[in-house]
């Protein structure tokens, strides 16, 4: 066997539409280094997105707007240097890619060259299609994101699920045929009433990946201390809980603590002659 034809085939955009023709669920998660990322893929995730809710679960903000894009260039570093298999996407942060189609090309062009990433993420629908399609025309694939956008919280003042209104329904609409036209490769469906994104994943030639758009997509995108259990404060109603690690984590802690502190740690096992 040579060495080329024992290499993992790496998951790209034609691998991705594929899973969607032939009605096999695509499987996306977020990660933010190395560890987790190998995890992932090495379960067989499809698609691994660096989101910019590393502000939130890494880095200890509030929201997503202080991420910078130093800080996503950094961690798609670290999670391509853990992954295989997976297709590893980096998530453009918050005025990154709405001041013009120019700018956007040249960060998104450091996510690419710098950090390895096999696509970029931006959120938007109709106002973004310009900025995909000069993106799109200069090689970088791009998932789009539309519905509920985090990085438009303060704006909306507020998490507000979409496609419940009339208005909303009809920019839903035009929000997801606007980014196809513009030659996403997919879109993330985001807080999107079920009946809604159920059409409108019907409607597309690309895949959706939904993250509390329903069970009709043709994926699904969940943020890894969620289902992990990581996070405790409370638990999302788009996601569920797989693990409760953070009890586990807290757990084996105490337990390194107190035998530290009695002295039952080390012993003549862990240590050297």
Do not use: W
């Not at 698609?47 to 961690?75: A, N």
């Not at 920019?171 to 994104?197: H, K, N, P, T, Y």
Request: with cysteine; aromatic share 4%; charged share 25%.
């Amino acid at each position: 066997m040579t060495a080329q034809s024992s290499e993992v085939e790496r998951v790209g955009v034609r691998q991705i539409r594929k899973m969607a023709a032939d009605g096999r669920r695509i499987v996306a998660v977020t990660a933010y280094d190395a560890l987790m990322a190998r995890l992932a893929d090495q379960v067989g995730v499809d698609l691994i997105l660096v989101g910019d809710s590393l502000g939130m679960t890494v880095l200890g903000y509030e929201t997503t707007i202080p991420v910078t894009l130093d800080d996503i260039v950094h961690h798609t570093a670290a999670v391509r240097r853990g992954v295989r298999r997976a297709m590893v996407v980096g998530d453009m942060p918050f005025l990154t890619v709405q001041i013009s189609p120019e700018e956007a090309l040249r960060n998104c062009g450091r996510v690419m060259q710098e950090a390895g990433a096999d696509a970029i993420k931006l959120e938007g629908g109709e106002r973004m299609a310009p900025t995909i399609r000069r993106l799109v025309d200069c090689g970088i694939p791009v998932l789009g994101h539309i519905g509920i956008l985090p990085q438009a919280i303060k704006a909306e003042g507020g998490y507000r699920v979409q496609g419940r209104t009339p208005a909303s329904i009809a920019q839903m609409r035009r929000d997801a045929l606007a980014v196809q036209e513009a030659g996403a490769f997919a879109i993330v469906l985001e807080g999107i009433a079920m009946d809604l994104s159920r059409e409108i994943s019907g409607s597309l030639e690309i895949p959706t990946l939904g993250i509390g758009a329903g069970p009709h997509c043709d994926g699904q995108m969940q943020v890894m201390p969620d289902i992990l259990g990581l996070f405790e404060d409370f638990v999302p109603r788009h996601t569920k809980r797989y693990a409760t690690l953070a009890e586990q984590i807290r757990q084996a802690l105490t337990a390194y603590r107190d035998e530290v502190q009695s002295g039952a740690f080390p012993t003549e096992e862990q240590s050297f002659q």
